[in-house]
Structure formats: structure tokens, C-alpha cells
């Protein structure tokens, strides 16, 4: 949710321009001046605890990288002459944005889904690690984390596997998005 909301208002602000741009881009400014992990913990102790409020803290946390990324992307697409020869025959705004700038973000956005999937995961195990997270009733890596920790002298293992588990789902992850964009950027295709 975060990547696509950040995607689409980096397209949105690339394409206006302007003082609409300036201003979205000094919001991105604010937000990623907080380190992300403090502002997810700020946001959870201003929410309180829940499966929603993760995904909401997770979503502000994720939307200005996305947001910055694409829209420096987008700002060259803007200036190519399909952008330019569609603005001249008429074409909508909505319809240049969705239709030829949006198509050709679509790698870095996928490498960005994938990238940051694995941040979420971390992100979310430590949440629930420091326990304002997802309540101790549902159960998450970060929370077998923290009641491993609790008993690592007698039984280590209730630290390793779910460590290790968040290791290999991040890495396959990261694996995943870096085969997708191989197979779906074309300047990266070989003959």
C-alpha cells in the first residue's frame, strides 16, 4: 500500500510540477528525517497497539522513499517526446500519467515492492519485539523473538528459527524482486 501510494503520488507531483511539487517534496523532506524504526515506534505509541495501526505505521514509513524514488523517474519521462507528443495531440492528464509514465516505472516500482517487503518484515518483527507491535495474542516473529529471549539461556533455539526465518524470507524477497526486474526491465534483456 505504501509503495503504490508513494508511487502515485511521485508520478502525480513529477507531472504538475510547480509549487504542488515543492510542497509535496518538503513533506517527503519531513518524514524521512525521522529514522523510520522511531517513527513507526512514535506512531504505534500515539495509535496504540493493532494489526492496523502496523500497517498504517508502515504505510507512512514506506511512502516518502517510494514517493522520492519514483518521482525522479518520473521527472525525466515527463520531458520524453511520447510524454510530449501525447500532451500535444490532446491527451488528459490522468491519461498521460496512467498510460505512459506509470508503465515505465513499473520495473523500479516491483524492485521497490520487493525491497521494501523485507524492510515491512523487520520493521514489524521489531515492533512486536519491543512489544508495541501486533497485541502478544497473535503470534509474529518478532514476538517468538521476545519470548525466546526470554529463555535463551535454557532453550536457544526459540531465538534461532525465527531469526533465521526472517533472514530467508527477507533474502528470498530481495532475490525475487531482482529476477523480476531482470526479466521485466528491457534495457537489462539480452538478445
Known amino acids: 500500500i505504501g509503495i503504490s501510494l508513494g508511487t502515485m503520488i511521485g508520478i502525480a507531483s513529477a507531472y504538475v510540477g510547480g509549487w504542488t511539487d515543492i510542497l509535496v517534496q518538503r513533506l517527503v523532506d519531513a518524514l524521512m528525517g525521522f529514522p523510520p524504526i522511531?517513527?513507526?515506534?512514535?506512531?504505534?505509541?500515539?495509535?496504540?497497539?493493532?494489526?492496523?495501526?502496523?500497517?498504517?505505521?508502515?504505510?507512512?514509513?514506506?511512502?516518502?522513499?517510494?514517493?522520492?524514488?519514483?518521482?525522479?523517474?518520473?521527472?525525466?519521462?515527463?520531458?520524453?517526446?511520447?510524454?510530449?507528443?501525447?500532451?500535444?495531440?490532446?491527451?488528459?492528464?490522468?491519461?498521460?500519467?496512467?498510460?505512459?509514465m506509470l508503465p515505465n516505472v513499473a520495473a523500479t516500482y516491483i524492485v521497490l515492492i520487493t525491497l521494501t517487503l523485507g524492510f515491512a518484515i523487520v520493521v514489524e518483527a521489531a515492533l512486536s519485539f519491543l512489544g508495541v507491535g501486533i497485541p502478544p495474542d497473535v503470534a509474529t516473529w518478532g514476538s517468538m523473538l521476545e519470548l525466546g529471549r526470554e529463555h535463551i539461556d535454557k532453550q536457544g533455539w526459540m531465538v534461532v528459527f525465527p531469526g533465521l526465518v526472517i533472514?530467508?524470507?527477507?533474502?528470498?524477497?530481495?532475490?525475487l524482486g531482482d529476477g523480476l526486474r531482470d526479466i521485466m526491465d528491457p534495457k537489462l534483456r539480452g538478445r
Open 38 to 100: 522511531i517513527l513507526a515506534l512514535g506512531l504505534m505509541a500515539a495509535l496504540g497497539a493493532s494489526v492496523n495501526n502496523v500497517v498504517i505505521a508502515l504505510v507512512v514509513i514506506l511512502v516518502p522513499g517510494a514517493t522520492r524514488v519514483i518521482r525522479s523517474q518520473a521527472l525525466s519521462i515527463k520531458e520524453l517526446d511520447y510524454t510530449l507528443a501525447a500532451r500535444s495531440i490532446g491527451a488528459s492528464s490522468m491519461r498521460i500519467m496512467l498510460r505512459h
Open 167 to 175: 533472514a530467508l524470507i527477507v533474502f528470498s524477497v530481495n532475490f
